[in-house]
């Protein structure tokens, strides 16, 4: 096992998930729910599983597009993504 990417992998999926839907979804339902280690076993394994699903894909979409087009797709979608949420944040919904 590679410690650095590992580390690295950590680092950057955790800091990205710090505030994000997904992780305001939990903090919702654990704080609505009496069973919060169902809710952490749940969004647990749902995170997993998509971190499972992503890199299932990747190795697939490696074999067939250059790194660079997805790479620069993410970067698009990414930019985007920020864009609707600038937009629906100063529009007030």
Same mark, same amino acid.
């Given at each position: 096992?590679? &410690?650095? =990417?590992?580390? +690295?992998?950590?680092? #950057?999926?955790? *800091? %990205? @998930?710090?505030?994000? !839907?997904?992780?305001?979804?939990?903090?919702?339902?654990?704080?609505?729910?009496?069973?919060?280690?169902?809710?952490?076993?749940?969004?647990? &394994?749902? =995170?997993?599983? +998509?971190?499972?699903? #992503?890199?299932? *894909? %990747? @190795?697939?979409?490696? !074999?067939?597009?250059?790194?660079?087009?997805?790479?620069?797709?993410?970067?698009?979608?990414?930019?985007?993504?920020?864009?609707?949420?600038?937009?629906?944040?100063?529009?007030?919904?």
């Amino acid at each position: 096992m590679d &410690l650095r =990417l590992f580390g +690295s992998a950590f680092a #950057a999926i955790f *800091l %990205a @998930e710090l505030g994000d !839907k997904t992780q305001v979804m939990t903090l919702t339902m654990a704080a609505s729910s009496n069973a919060k280690w169902s809710v952490f076993a749940g969004s647990a &394994l749902a =995170l997993v599983t +998509s971190s499972l699903l #992503a890199v299932i *894909l %990747a @190795e697939q979409i490696e !074999k067939r597009i250059n790194l660079r087009y997805v790479e620069g797709a993410a970067g698009i979608l990414l930019i985007g993504m920020g864009i609707y949420t600038l937009v629906q944040t100063f529009r007030g919904t």
